[in-house]
């Protein structure tokens, strides 16, 4: 379950409610402004403010004094400059804010994105609830076999089955002895009046890293592009993508023009080494380049062709 | 003149737009969005957006699903709670951007704070204007013959209007001659058609340190407070204090819960040392603590004695 | 077991070894440089690296050419009056790396603190070690009646004994199924040759809290202080107190000047609110203060008779 | 003058002290450490410390528990690798600490990196010396005409002799000035001993942006790859870009690995666009692919044939 219908309810009002403001508004993203947008099988991202649109870039980029766009051809203009000539603190003036849940694991990663503001919910204060990820039938991969730090084929047959009986087993026995150790139950009741309870800070170690936390997580616009440029990438691991790529529809609502930009510069674009670009020239010249003679490493040949869309 | 009639015109303009919005609103501050509050003799600062209000504070901390607030005074009580106790990450979930025109020293001694987001106004692009700051006569200081990092008294008669008659004599001259390298008029057209002009990332070197930038500088509620502890200080220089103090009020608009905690906790508080907590301990006692007998030096001792409004 | 043999060996190898260099060096943290210091049942921090010692503080502050110090006296109290000022840039200018195994509930918290630089053991890359936290009896605490953030008494017979066996099978159980899953012995031998093995960045997930990981994680001194006083604080949680305290001592013999200064200014030291400077006044000139009379709240007001060493 | 003969001596003698260390050093670096390397007419950059070599990057990357490296072969591949994939946290493991003099228009430029850490010499304590920045006849550009942010030709004969006048002359006066308000003579004598003297605070305004000041600059090794791969750009104007080259040979000197890694994938490297990558991929099929038809902008795409050394 993603939300619970009494906070279902409590969303619902408050986007019932309106106010009038001076403020720059992005209508794409008020349209949206507090729904759950679910991801995984608990999780969900939601936007729960923000400031700012694709104005706010032009606006910083001209120091101007009053709303100071200009046509919308022009700002377009504006903005695909200043991302491919990396001027990026005009990209700092717009700030979005996000209530995420997502499972531990995926928080751990997500967190080393140090340049944003987080208020995670405190398993020292509260009990956490009994939620836990278990990946869909088509996201439970085998081990690669040529990338350590990657997947490959989707497991099958008994050994599927084997692995989901293991890690729901697991995860419902450490919610049990979780609530055994805190002695609680799901009223808040105490299991045995004549126990104290381990201290919250200490029974949650016993919960699995496929818990599902929540957190308030808030940055700008050029540290969310760098997030999703890193994290709505095919190398991303699959758990944290999807909320990315949730995050990037997001970011289309909200910022349409500078979306465009990205998807066309960073997202959609490629990056080349000395050495590549050399082979490149070469190539376009007609030339027969070989990896042996590019000075290219096999690994770093092999990806150039693949961005290329060459074979090896 | 603080702004000119076009700028005054544009941001009256801009003033008169409302737009709906489902975010939570600041009515102090939207009052005031956008207005011009002059420092200075020809600074101001304005503030041009904001995101969230005491309110998003308590939501972070609670990591609410809904409007998550509570009675006003709970809310207060919380806000109170978080400051006392240092847990200042629900102060980075609210946002506040403003436009700032400043002469060039306090720019330098303002962006050393570096969790902030600036655009500056760029003079290798576009021609700076014929405006420095000179001191009122009452902020025209002699060195402090205590502090050599302070004001001592103001200065008067003679050497007053000779310092004045400097100040604005080299700062009119470096304009002109910046004119002239340029080799453009008010107007932009060339003074000379038959010269180049020199560079204006070059020219710009020839301009003094009281000339007057400006810039959109945009920080969050916990930055904003350390930033407003530094430098609406005492300690400060007057002329980047008085900037401060306006952004305080400013902050009073926008977060009034979080003004007071800051008043009583921060701005007006004080922080003892080990030693002057134990000082403080025997005072209470009604023991008679001398310097000598604190382990303090003589410094710190006179600085405790003037914590306490005390005679050292 | 903190170390392996291989580990430990490694490490002595490796401070055999000495270097010349023509930077300052700090000769009492030369002698513990990359020795393993145990924390909890696993766990340790080792300085693995460091830049500066108290010369580099007071060489920045200076903006020296040569050396830059003048005699220890005047360095002390160079560095006293910088903290005590706030002045805490020179404190940027000195840097420390430790390489620390904790418990990944402890890794959750200590993350938060972002100005930070911090390399982890990939356990998408690699498999974890059978390894996990134990409270020792004595930290085996219940929940605070008190506060819900916090630890009350220490649980003892049957209740005790209880959690002990709840958090040892239940980590026991979740390692030997991360195996199962991975298809993997402790040798890196596939238990089953029929077998693929899930992915190792699925598999983690059902590891709990208390396994521990690895990091290096590096910091300049003021960051450091700044991480110290909150968490060798004694609001903090136990299992990250305990590795503030060691890395406490490191400090202490890294930059003792430094440490002085901290112990008296921050570790020892106490923050009063307005109100309470107002309420300390008024003690010491002898009146009778009560809750009531002072403006603060009952739970301020016993916050500032325990700093005070008083009855509320 | 770049450094007076009383801070060389202090140089030299600091350079004749070696020390015994268990860290890892840079004997490359070493070599050069102190040591002044001059820029511009009177500015020099000077490494004071460092922390760690290429070997940092590598024991962090593995998290070693002892020296951490492997052949010198497969340490450079993996921070060939390292840098290739964008994983750059390894890369903040190593430290470097300069000592810079420079322009202070410059200064405002640097400044805007705020992941380091800077102790500038105060102004408002001290007096700044009489030293400003002219430029070499052969930087003295005149503005471009095709790009409002950048310079044109050199100027030369009555225009350029008329530059050098005034930017010589408007120094030379704001420092006299300077001096007289602050009522001290070189030696620091008053001029006047009936004269109070103008607060060293407000008398630094009087000078210009040309003149020098200098600063502790201390960044981490991926920091500075991003700082050298804006400023030792073609784009930077030529008074930053001159620093940066500076610096890139000290890098090289520090990180031999490191450095070689990044003159291939970053400083001579190249960005595609989505749409530059779909053009070059036709061009490479032998494709006749036009401005028109490649759905670029014209600036984009001269750049694009600018990057592939071809005619637009």
């Known amino acids: 379950m993603h939300v619970t219908?009494?906070?279902?309810?409590?969303?619902?009002?408050?986007?019932?409610?309106?106010?009038?403001?001076?403020?720059?508004?992005?209508?794409?993203?008020?349209?949206?402004?507090?729904?759950?947008?679910?991801?995984?099988?608990?999780?969900?991202?939601?936007?729960?403010?923000?400031?700012?649109?694709?104005?706010?870039?032009?606006?910083?980029?001209?120091?101007?004094?009053?709303?100071?766009?200009?046509?919308?051809?022009?700002?377009?203009?504006?903005?695909?400059?200043?991302?491919?000539?990396?001027?990026?603190?005009?990209?700092?003036?717009?700030?979005?804010?996000?209530?995420?849940k997502l499972p531990i694991f995926v928080a751990r990663q997500w967190i080393r994105h140090r340049t944003a503001s987080v208020n995670e919910y405190s398993a020292r204060y509260s009990i956490l609830d009994n939620e836990f990820y278990l990946p869909a039938a088509e996201d439970l991969a085998a081990q690669s076999t040529v990338n350590r730090q990657g997947r490959g084929e989707t497991l099958t047959g008994d050994e599927a089955a084997r692995v989901y009986e293991l890690l729901r087993r697991d995860a419902e026995q450490s919610y049990a002895d979780y609530q055994e150790m805190l002695n609680e139950d799901d009223g808040g009741e105490p299991l045995d009046p004549g126990r104290q309870g381990l201290a919250r800070e200490l029974a949650r170690m016993n919960l699995s890293l496929n818990f599902y936390t929540q957190w308030y997580w808030k940055t700008d616009l050029h540290n969310l592009m760098h997030f999703l440029s890193l994290r709505a990438d095919e190398h991303a691991q699959f758990e944290i993508r999807i909320y990315a790529e949730a995050m990037l529809e997001t970011m289309k609502r909200w910022v349409p023009q500078t979306y465009d930009a990205f998807v066309n510069y960073r997202h959609g674009g490629a990056h080349l080494s000395s050495k590549g670009l050399a082979a490149v020239k070469r190539l376009i010249a007609g030339e027969d380049v070989s990896q042996a003679g590019s000075g290219m490493s096999k690994r770093e040949w092999s990806e150039l062709m693949e961005m290329l869309g060459r074979e090896g």
């Open 5 to 100: 219908p009494e906070q279902e309810a409590e969303i619902e009002a408050q986007r019932q409610e309106t106010f009038s403001t001076r403020r720059s508004t992005s209508p794409g993203l008020e349209e949206i402004l507090y729904q759950v947008i679910p991801v995984l099988d608990h999780g969900f991202i939601r936007v729960v403010d923000y400031m700012g649109d694709d104005s706010a870039v032009v606006q910083a980029a001209r120091v101007s004094y009053g709303r100071g766009t200009k046509a919308v051809r022009g700002d377009a203009g504006l903005i695909n400059y200043l991302l491919r000539h990396r001027h990026t603190t005009p990209f700092e003036m717009a700030e979005i804010k996000y209530h995420v």
